[in-house]
């Protein structure tokens, strides 16, 4: 199993441009989760789906939308990019219920926006 | 939702036991605990989670008090690698989010 899986890794933006992170899961998890963690700080939950179809908004969903067409897929969409959005991002999943609701955590996307 | 406190940094020598507190006053009775690291420029992965009692697995122990308003996540030997920002959530019972604090920060010293 490849697990979580996020492209790109690395992504530079300038202001107003919009772009895509892609996010695929292949341990067929119901659950899914976007994060953004600012230097220094904790994760922040921006985004967070049910099941394909399902989504639902975290604590920081301003800027930014998402769809859940399939289990496997969970994009997250940045329309109008802003300075404040430089982050690294990083998507979850989880098997609702299990024994431990753990996450399991891609590596991250890192995107600046200049 | 309750939140937890850590100290922002620790430091530990390598093959010696840590103890890593987390203080937790506001919890509810039905909030687990939650433990998670995240290495250098990786995401975070789980360790170990408990409710009442505590908890061994391959990775560490999970020390709850007694009134369950602290917990210590033991790391029995450490090592180079267990270098990382040890996040301590709680999850109360029936939800799936998390709310990550901003963690402790170990420095394991060779």
């Known amino acids: 199993n490849a697990g979580v899986t996020q492209t790109p890794k690395f992504r530079i933006l300038k202001i107003g441009q919009s772009m895509t992170l892609q996010c695929a899961q292949d341990?067929?998890?119901?659950?899914m989760y976007w994060y953004r963690q600012d230097p220094g700080m904790g994760l922040k939950l921006i985004y967070y789906s049910v099941g394909a179809g399902i989504t639902d908004k975290g604590e920081v969903p301003n800027g930014y939308n998402v769809s859940r067409s399939t289990t496997e897929d969970f994009p997250l969409r940045l329309e109008l990019a802003a300075p404040s959005q430089t982050s690294v991002y990083f998507c979850?999943?989880?098997?609702?219920?299990?024994?431990?609701?753990?996450?399991?955590f891609g590596p991250g996307t890192r995107l600046t926006v200049t | 939702d309750a939140k937890t406190t850590q100290p922002n940094s620790m430091e530990s020598n390598e093959e010696e036991p840590v103890h890593l507190p987390c203080n937790h006053s506001t919890i509810s009775g039905t909030d687990y605990i939650h433990w998670y690291r995240q290495l250098p420029s990786q995401g975070p992965e789980y360790v170990i989670h408990g409710l009442t009692s505590n908890v061994n697995n391959r990775m560490a122990s999970l020390a709850i008090a007694e009134d369950r308003k602290s917990s210590t996540l033991i790391l029995h030997r450490a090592t180079l690698r267990d270098a990382a920002v040890y996040y301590c959530?709680?999850?109360?019972?029936?939800?799936?989010?998390?709310?990550f604090g901003t963690g402790t920060r170990l420095k394991v010293l060779a």
């Open positions: 979850a999943s989880s098997y609702v219920p299990g024994s431990s609701y753990e996450q399991y």
């Open positions: 341990m067929n998890h119901n659950y």
């Open positions: 959530i709680l999850r109360p019972s029936g939800t799936y989010k998390y709310i």
